[in-house]
């Protein structure tokens, strides 16, 4: 049995690309949540996550709030991005910034989220 890889389902903070420029680290750095981890390329498959109209999550979103967060945010699964685990994709002034895991209490509205990009 493969061991879990330790980044995912971990909240940070990233400089996701944008959808015109996905090879360039994006213009706000802003909290993704970590899905994946290719330990081969060094790279995060990340999710979007926004401030924003998190009071009606769409379908493949979800919006959660806990400690390390300073609003609720929305992750948004239909904007997902593979992004290097580089300081340049990561920090912010010098620092990364690890918000910690997804509580478990929002797992069940990760799997909704995944399994609503099928429908």
Same mark, same amino acid.
């Given at each position: 049995? @493969?061991?879990?890889?330790?980044?995912?389902?971990? $909240?940070l *903070?990233?400089?996701? #690309?944008?959808? @015109? @420029?996905? !090879?360039?680290?994006? &213009?706000? *750095?802003? &909290?993704?949540? $970590? +899905?994946?981890v @290719?330990?081969? /390329?060094? %790279?995060?498959? $990340?999710? =979007?996550g926004?401030?924003?109209?998190?009071?009606? #999550?769409?379908?493949? %979103?979800f /919006?959660?709030?806990?400690?390390?967060?300073? !609003?609720? /945010? !929305?992750?948004?699964?239909? =904007?997902?991005?593979?992004? #290097?685990? /580089?300081? %340049? *994709? +990561?920090?912010?002034?010098?620092?990364?910034?690890?918000?910690? *895991?997804? #509580?478990?209490? =929002? =797992? &069940?509205? $990760?799997?909704?989220?995944?399994?609503?990009?099928?429908?």
């Amino acid at each position: 049995m @493969n061991a879990p890889k330790p980044f995912r389902l971990i $909240v940070l *903070y990233a400089w996701l #690309p944008d959808h @015109n @420029n996905p !090879k360039i680290p994006g &213009p706000k *750095y802003r &909290p993704v949540l $970590v +899905l994946d981890v @290719n330990s081969n /390329t060094k %790279e995060l498959l $990340v999710v =979007y996550g926004t401030s924003q109209q998190t009071q009606h #999550p769409g379908k493949s %979103e979800f /919006t959660a709030h806990f400690d390390g967060l300073t !609003k609720p /945010t !929305k992750f948004c699964f239909t =904007y997902q991005r593979w992004i #290097p685990a /580089t300081d %340049e *994709y +990561l920090c912010k002034d010098g620092q990364k910034h690890i918000i910690g *895991y997804l #509580p478990h209490k =929002y =797992y &069940p509205r $990760v799997f909704e989220a995944i399994a609503d990009l099928d429908d």
